[in-house]
């Protein structure tokens, strides 16, 4: 049997990585630290969407490639080995591959080609202050005005959700759950500018009896699952971004102790530190198994939920240890702010907070397991 990547999925990859890492420089990177500019390469948006990337995973009569999840990840992996500034996972991951699956005829005609040409952006809502169930909101509620709704609550942590057309997120409607398309710019909508480590754009989302036609309602009433459907992959999503960010932190490491001398050798000779970085490889080696593991089974639409929980286990943990090893090698380099692995540091912290606490995670797949509920493939 063949484990290898097909040769569509080799061809995504090494174009998605020749692109982004061509145009995606330090000098560039270090033009949005500190905020001093909102972190969206648009001339590089423009390039992916000119070279099809964008539409990688929308069909093709939307202008999209037609391929699936798998190939998607595998963007979204190199966007994190080189952490470029761009919303590929609350764009394609959290917006645009729901919009796919789930809304109706016109409603995809309407949002899927230009999320494919990157005409505008999209992206989601979900996450609730102290909760992080997305397919059960609490904070948020719909009620029933005519043949649309009339939603309030709040959302955290929303990216890009100020530069975005459309901003997908749940209310709680009744017993029922109802996933929307909400208007940024609607009455009634507040957006708050929060401070990220990672300097991406991110935004307090509140609204107070925001009117949401029936056209903007993607699943009404039932909506849980298809929240579980999108968190499942945003997680997926996530994990494969911490990938990237951490096999690139490994490979900058290696090539340091390569060069860095002490003694009148390079310290890569040094028992400890071989130790130390031979550990981030296998960290990494193991982070990518069970990624693709997870994104391999949702390409497939099979269920996935015991993978994906694994995979954000590893993800959490290889991230803090890849963040903690590349910067103790480095020694004060790794925490000079005028050497690029900082910024991957950061980066890896940020998404292991995402991904919510490998320990908590470990304890409720223990739980699983022992009810006999989860099984490893």
């Known amino acids: 049997m063949d484990f290898g990547f097909s040769e569509q999925q080799r061809d995504v990859q090494n174009l998605a990585r020749e692109i982004l890492s061509e145009q995606v420089t330090v000098e560039k990177l270090a033009q949005y630290d500190q905020y001093k500019a909102e972190r969206f390469d648009r001339e590089l948006w423009a390039q992916l969407s000119q070279a099809g990337l964008l539409g990688v995973a929308i069909d093709e009569q939307y202008g999209g490639m037609g391929f699936g999840f798998f190939e998607l990840a595998l963007l979204v992996e190199e966007a994190g080995r080189t952490i470029a500034p761009l919303p590929l996972i609350s764009h394609l991951v959290s917006a645009a591959l729901p919009i796919q699956q789930f809304a109706n005829a016109e409603q995809k005609q309407r949002w899927l080609p230009g999320a494919a040409n990157g005409e505008f952006l999209l992206t989601a809502a979900l996450q609730e202050g102290f909760h992080s169930e997305a397919a059960a909101p609490k904070l948020s509620r719909a009620e029933a005005d005519g043949n649309g709704l009339r939603i309030s609550g709040e959302k955290f942590a929303v990216p890009f959700a100020k530069q975005a057309e459309r901003i997908l997120l749940a209310v709680q409607e009744g017993e029922g759950v109802t996933v929307v398309l909400l208007d940024p710019k609607a009455e009634g909508v507040r957006l708050q500018a929060v401070e990220a480590t990672q300097y991406e754009p991110q935004y307090h989302l509140q609204f107070d009896q925001v009117w ?32 990237g960010a951490a096999d690139k932190a490994m490979r900058m490491t290696a090539s340091y ?28 080696e193991c982070l990518r198994l069970n990624t693709y593991q997870a994104v391999s089974l949702l390409d497939a639409n099979q269920a996935a939920s015991t993978e994906v929980q694994i995979a954000k286990i590893w993800a959490g943990d290889v991230g803090h240890r890849v963040s903690y090893a590349a910067q103790h090698l480095h020694g004060g380099m790794g925490i000079d ?25 470990l304890a409720s797949l223990g739980a699983s397991i022992a009810d006999g509920q989860a099984f490893c493939r």
């Open 212 to 243: 949401v036609a029936a056209e903007d309602i993607l699943v009404r009433g039932e909506g849980a699952a298809a929240m579980q459907w999108i968190a499942e992959r945003s997680r997926a999503a996530v994990c494969a971004h911490q990938l």
């Open 257 to 284: 102790t390569a060069e860095r001398q002490q003694f009148g050798v390079p310290i890569a000779t040094f028992q400890a530190v071989g130790h130390r970085a031979a550990n981030c490889f296998i960290d990494v």
């Open 337 to 361: 702010r005028d050497y690029p692995l900082w910024r991957y540091c950061t980066w890896l912290r940020h998404n292991e907070m995402v991904l919510g606490n490998s320990a908590e995670g």
